[in-house]
T-cell receptor, first 116, second 109 residues
Framework: DTAVSQTPKYLVTQMGNDKSIKCEQN?????MYWYKQDSKKFLKIMFS???????INETVPNRFSPKSPDKAHLNLHINSLELGDSAVYFC???????????????FGEGSWLTVV | GQNIDQPTEMTATEGAIVQINCTYQ??????LFWYQQHAGEAPTFLSY??LDGLEEKGRFSSFLSRSKGYSYLLLKELQMKDSASYLC??????????WGAGTKLIIKP
């Protein structure tokens, strides 16, 4: 059983479209994240949710909006897609927000978004 | 600013030992993670260090020196499947995880 699953795995879309990436975790974790991995392979955090409450919101464009219907889901919605949005987006979860070796971050398999 | 430095690429021979270094400058420190990422896959957890010293886990060991802002990941008895990128990440004082760009490790027979 997949611990953190996200769909779709691959997405090719045109500029200006609106798209969503869904994420679900079955680990019972309290915190979920969205990361963006760009062509330089840096993993940059976009959002995190702790018990359905947004706790980190990095300086990402407001075209990106996280939506968490419940603790096990954190979806990423992107409006008016731009060429620069092409990247790999990773969903992740952790038992809690904070420090400790028990707070390992578990990643989904990634969603490859290509904007043309 | 916050910065994580690690070599871009390293090459080693199957059966040998390789050490991947990571230096960091962050606002506070609450631990350092090493993750492995195979091409086209998600990062997977390898180790977590918050105290100085060496943590050994099978063929992999991770070392931390907080005073020097330095860590290394040591891989022994290299296998072809160890070919991957190795990501260093530091948890800062705000509990935000700062990621390095990763070191691509190439294993040759």
């Amino acid at each position: 059983d997949t611990a953190v699953s996200q769909t779709p795995k691959y997405l090719v879309t045109q500029m200006g479209n609106d798209k969503s990436i869904k994420c679900e975790q079955n680990l019972g974790h309290d915190t979920m994240y969205w990361y963006k991995q760009d062509s330089k392979k840096f993993l940059k955090i976009m959002f995190s949710y702790n018990n359905k409450e947004l706790i980190i919101n990095e300086t990402v464009p407001n075209r990106f909006s996280p939506k968490s219907p419940d603790k096990a889901h954190l979806n990423l919605h992107i409006n008016s897609l731009e060429l620069g949005d092409s990247a790999v987006y990773f969903c992740a979860s952790s038992p809690f927000e904070g420090v400790g070796s028990g707070n390992t971050i578990y990643f989904g398999e990634g969603s490859w978004l290509t904007v043309v | 600013g916050q910065n994580i430095d690690q070599p871009t690429e390293m090459t080693a021979t199957e059966g040998a030992i390789v050490q991947i270094n990571c230096t960091y400058q962050t606002s506070g420190f609450n631990g350092l993670f090493w993750y492995q990422q195979h091409a086209g896959e998600a990062p997977t957890f390898l180790s977590y260090n918050v105290l100085d010293g060496l943590e050994e886990k099978g063929r992999f060991s991770s070392f931390l020196s907080r005073s020097k802002g330095y860590s290394y990941l040591l891989l022994k008895e290299l296998q072809m499947k160890d070919s991957a990128s190795y990501l260093c990440a530091v948890l800062d004082s705000n509990y935000q995880l700062i990621w390095g760009a990763g070191t691509k490790l190439i294993i040759k027979p």
